[in-house]
């Protein structure tokens, strides 16, 4: 049987005794920060989309330039 012992101090915090684990009982805390690590990856992976794109654009402008510098020096 699992037995818990309350931490001093700290209402929705609970020790397993057998693993020595710290758990939250609080299930709206745990939800808040399942939800704001979601909302920070989603934003992570916004950030490294537009990264990727504006390094493409950046290859896409060299591309160009090199055709202009090219279309100039034939004449």
């Not at 818990?4 to 805390?29: M, P, W």
């Not at 939800?35 to 654009?57: F, M, V």
């Amino acid at each position: 049987m699992v037995e818990y012992l309350q931490v001093e101090g700290k209402n929705d915090l609970v020790r397993d005794t057998k693993s020595g684990a710290i758990i939250n009982r609080n299930r709206g805390a745990y939800e808040i920060a399942k939800r704001r690590a979601e909302e920070a990856q989603r934003q992570r992976d916004e950030i490294r989309g537009a990264t990727r794109e504006i390094n493409t654009l950046k290859c896409e402008i060299h591309e160009i330039k090199d055709m202009l510098k090219t279309l100039l020096d034939r004449n």
